[in-house]
Every structure is written in structure tokens, then in C-alpha cells.
């Protein structure tokens, strides 16, 4: 054999050796990427997620060093445009740990960045001492795609999981406002007069409440209102509320005949028991007392709330606040309005989840609309059925709509027999 | 809802125009604003309401929050030409005898 032949020889046996290693290195990168992709699948846990995927690229392209870094972007007024957060791992031969080492500066480094939900936006780079080729660019890229993956299956398990504690709190919402409301419909041992209360609660547990009391000597007692706001804060509040109400009731009913308080007294008594809470909620509860003796005189006395109406002999009677809600100013006394309850008459009290219901296309239900079909329900004799005139004008405006707010009807007549 | 702050006034250091409904989905964003807004004793805030075409329970009570806040710390909120939608609110809820209200 020639020296020319042994060289050439010797070139093919380099070329075919040089394709060996490629091919070779291409299998384990194509392996290691099989791997890459396990340790992804396990956890919902974001830190054990990236470390388990550090570690294997670590493992897989021969790293000193992997970073990972967030810039949040200006989400909120709150978050400064500066906010980012950095993990570092530090390769150790076959496996990797976090670090707060940084490389000095010598090794060859890769870089790469994409967005993350919104305006934040994820980065990685990789550092080792040997130039990084095309093949350790795709597979880096892999790590990158797996580690944003794996943020996002983490976050959207963590929302998941915070949805699941708000629907957990909006049924205790729920159940603690059905526990503290007196049973509704037609209220029984109401002697002459006819009563029918109903209060339907939102999807979204608002703070409506209504209350009621008969004292010994006939006198009745009631009350409607509305927590600002939604939720639990709004529910425990119209809790502390009703129970006020109720033991003010109570205490009238025990001072004895012709010597309880006027509404308005009463008012003042649960708004001094009740006004720390509500301004330390940052809340505040509109509220309308009233009182109707056993010969039918009505007293009322109005904190914000509304509507509240007298209706009879196609008339309508708006009975308006005369004090702000419950928790802005302490301390107001409002002023008491009267009137016999004719025969005719029906009290109606409400709350805005009447008046400002919504169809499909948006229109508010209204205070105009819902006077005037007042006047209309009220040519039924008994209080439940005026309840399920006004029920039924609602259902037919919301068209489907769900309920935007909860509603509540209380209605006061005269009983009539036959 | 739209929101726009304005450079500080004379009277008020800091003025906010409100646009839309101003409802319970609307007031983290208003109170994350509010709460940016930097604070020194005695401050005055102007909030207008000329443009709002709604306004719930839960839009009140963040109002009443900022007022008393401001009160406590020795300035007010002022609430400047309220729509005809929203003045009937205040009056239906005696609200107006407790806001600075101006026209």
C-alpha cells in the first residue's frame, strides 16, 4: 500500500469515525430529549418542575450553568416594570442544583427569550466552556419550550385551584345567609295583617337581608336592607345586621304595650351596635325600619335604602331616606313619616336587585318600570300573589339573563277574608 | 369604564374622570388607581362623575372608603357634576348629605 493509499485510508476511517460520533451524539441527544419530556409530566409543582428539567439539560448538554429569568411587565399600577425574577442552577457532571453563582464570565453562552402570559416575558441561558452547535441550539430550545410549559401548567393548576376556594367561599357566603334569614313567604301569626317576604339570592351572594317581629301586643316589626357589595365580607356583615335588628325587636317587644321605641330610635340603636363593623368593612348597609301597630298605624324610618313605596287607590307614596346608609356618618337620626294602613294600601319594600335587573340587551328593569307595575299588582288581594305579579314582570324582563343582584320583596296589607 | 387622571389643580391634587358604568367589576380598577396616587395629608381628590351612566352598591361604597379616608387624613373627596342617573342614586340614598357634591 502506498503512503498516498494509507493516507487516504486514514482519512475515510477519520470521516467514517467523525460520523460515528455525530450519529452518536445525535441518538443520545435524540434520547435525551425522551427524557427531557418525562420529569414535565409529573408534577404540578413549578420549582420541581424546572428543577427536574434543569438538571436533565445539565445532564443532557454538559452545562456549568443554566438561568432562568421573568421581567414582569406593567400589569398592574402596583407592579413596577422592573420586577423580574432569576433562578440560576449550577451543572455539577450529571446533575445540577440552584445556585446563586454566577459563570465568570469565560464560558460560551446561549440565549433566548419568549413571552409569557400577557406582558411578561420568560428568558433562558445556558452556559458551558465548549461552543454551543445547531444540535445543542435545538435542544436547548426544547428545555426552554418545557420550562415555559411547565410555568404555565403550574399557574393555571394555582388559578384553578383559587377558583375552586372562591366557589368554596361563595358557598359559605350562601349557606350563612340562608342560615341567618327567617324563613320567607307568607309569614304565619301576622293576626291582621296579610305578609309575604321572599329573597333570592344571586349567583354572586350579595348582603341582602329582611327581618320581622310580632310583639305581644300585636305591634309588627320589619325591616329590609342591602350590604354594599358581594361575597363573604357582604354576607357576615348582613348577619351582624339581622341579628342586631332581631334583639332591637325583641327588646321593643319587652318594654311593654305603648312603650317601645319609634322606628327611628330603633334605627339608631342598631346602626350605634353595628357602625364599627360596617366602616371597618369599608361598606355600608341601606336599611328601612318599620313598625305597624295592631290599629294599622304605620311608622317608617329610611337609611338610603330603596324603593320603598305606599301603594293603594291607584296612587303611588315614594318613602324616601332621610339619613345616609348604615356606616358612612354615625350617629344620624332620621326622621320617622307615618301613615294609616287603608284597606287598599299595600307597603311593598325592595331592593335593587328589582330595579336594577338587566334583559340581554342591558336595559335596567328601572325605578319607573317597577312603580308602575306596583300599581298594576297591587289590584291582587293577597300579599303572596302581588310577590309573584312582581317575581314574574322581573323573570320576563331578564329574558334568560342571570340574576345580577339578589332580590328581595317584602308586601304589607290588610288581611282579607274570603 | 374608562378612567383618566389629571394633572393636579389649585384646589385638588388629583382629578379623576370616570366614563361608563362604575359597577362592582369596575372598582379594583378604581381602587388600584386611588391607591397609586401619591398621598400627602390634606389632600384633596375630585373625582368626576358627569360621564358615568351607572353606578352600583359596590361603586358607592368604594366612593364612602376614599371620603372617609380622606377626611381622616384632614381633606375630602369631591364629586364633580354627577350624571342624572347617578344624582338620582345619591338623593334615593341620602348619599348627598354626605359627599362634597359640586355641579
Redesign the interface.
Known sequence: MSANETAAQSGDTSVVASLTEALVNSNDRLLGLIRLTEPANDTLDETTALDEIAIRAVKILDLSYLRLTEAAGQT???APASDHQQRWWRGERTTAKPTTEQPDGTDAEWSAVQPLNGNAELSLSAFRPEPFETGDTKVLTAVFNLMAGAIRSARLHQAALRQAVVAQEHNAAAQITTAALQPGGTLPFSGALDIHALCEPARTTGGDLWAWHRTDDDTVWFAVG?V???GLPAAVLMTTVVHALRNAFVQSGLAGPGSGLDPAELLSNVDREVFQAI?QA???V?LVVGRCDANHGLAIAN?????VYLVGDGELELI??????L???EGSSAIVWERQLDAQDALILAT?GFT?QRNPAGE?FG?DTYASALLDAVSHPAASDISEHMVNLLIAHADGREQD?DSTLFVLKHKVIG | MQITTTHPQPEVAHSLDLVGRFD?FEVPSFD??I??LPSETGQTIAVDLSQVE?I???A??SL??VM?RQREAGGDLILRKPSDPVR?IFE????N??FTIED
Do not use: M, Q, Y
Not at chain 1, 303 to 307: E, K, M, N, T, Y
Not at chain 1, 320 to 325: F, G, I, L, R, S
Not at chain 2, 92 to 95: A, G, M, P, S, V
Open positions: 398592574t399600577p402596583r342591602d354594599s357589595g358581594k366602616s369599608g361598606l355600608f341601606t337609611a338610603g335604602h330603596s324603593p324616601e331616606a332621610t339619613v345616609p346608609p356606616g358612612v356618618i335593587d336594577e335596567l325605578e343582584d | 362592582a388600584d388607581i391607591a397609586s351607572f352600583d352598591s359596590a358607592l361604597a364612602v372608603r372617609k338620582v334615593l340614598t341620602k348619599l348629605a354626605a
